[in-house]
């Protein structure tokens, strides 16, 4: 359960100047962690775990790291969506709305 500043009151001043330190730093982080949570972007962070969807900054780059050095990255572009790999990339169409991504090396 969360002190109040009442509570907080009769601590040391020490003690209050920290935890208001605290509280900012914790407000700060989580701006920068989540710049436009609750706002509309075309770049939207899902998962099931979460109670709400977390809308990025549409200038943010998504890197997945596909083990050792190989990593593909995406971007919005005015008409799409840019990908960018350290290797050749692969694209492979399972369905008509599904598709594999992935990278390799030239000549494998």
Known sequence: MAKSK????????????KLSKL???????????????????????QGGFLEKDIYL?????????LGGSKFLEFHLKEKGVGVYGDWAII???????????????MGE
């Open 91 to 105: 694209f492979q169409c399972c369905s008509s709305n599904v598709a594999l991504l992935s990278t390799k090396r």
């Open 57 to 65: 900054p549409e200038d943010r780059r998504l890197r997945f790291n």
């Open 23 to 45: 509280e900012a730093d914790v407000t700060h982080w989580k701006e920068k962690a989540l710049p436009v949570m609750g706002k509309t972007s075309r770049l939207v962070l």
């Open 6 to 17: 009442k509570d907080i009151s009769k601590l040391p001043e020490w003690v209050q100047v």
